[in-house]
């Protein structure tokens, strides 16, 4: 996976705030934000921080509108269809990468119906174990597992998901024989991996660092490149030995495709402004993700780079929506 590039997150850039809306370009009227999902997920929850932060910026409001169903690919679809003026916006997630390799016969082209206008946060995942397994460390969970092939099971999300897709580069990193049990959200699969019915799951830092702090799941490390601020003593897959287990969960702003460069450096000024937020930052903060705030250009390229990585991670394993 590519680095982030950092130079841009988390600050306004000097002098844009203070210039009056009026001598600004588009969007002159209410913004929509689609969130492809149900509300209260990561997705939802990212958009619903930065809106009322950019709508001031903007001298608009912004409005977050769900609209699930079909992997994401409804409500993306639905701003594939809205006028390129910067008015109808798409917040996504990874599935946006994915998508393309699981989902045929779809009315648009992810790699051509959208342009970025920046990479927003990005989520990092944990591996994590119930509390009563007998190890202490990734090493030694996969000496346990490696001791009982076919006869264990691990829990995601749902099939094709960050946590699904974070398993599966780890098994074919690990060769270890467990087999999948998807589940309808990462929330769902808590109870069960506290129970041992699941012996491991990728889990969002969000959802599960309080649940390791209070010890109802054991983790074991962090795959992505650097350690959790939230879980300092957690290492990462490439210290316990598997540097190629690097899977984070993000999130992507995107307009659709045709929308003016004026129009994309806006709202990508208003996401810088919203990110530069203590109130933004601190509540990121809290959920364990880390703001990016890319602008348009560096987004398009995070995004190729994603799509080209996972989708041969999907057809390598053979992975399909069901």
Known sequence: MPAITRRAALAAPAGLAARPARAQPAPGRPVRIIAPFTPGGGTDTTARVLAPAMGAFLGQTVLVENRPGAAGSLGAGAVADSPAD???LLIDALNHAVNPQLL??????YATAFAPVSLLTVLPQIFVVP???PVATLAEFVDWARARPGRLAFGSSGNAGGSHLGATLFL?????DIGHVPYRGGSAVLPDLISGTVVFAFATVNSATQLIRDGGLKALAVASEQRVAALPAVPTMAEAGYPAVVLDEWNLLAAPAGTPAAVLARLHAAVRHALAQPAVRDRF???GATAVGSPPEEAASYLVAQRERLGRLVADAAITIE
């Open 86 to 88: 910067g008015h109808t």
């Open 104 to 109: 045929h016969g779809l009315r648009f082209d």
């Open 131 to 133: 509390p009563a397994l």
């Open 172 to 176: 074919r990193e690990t060769g270890l």
């Open 285 to 287: 903060a809290a959920i």
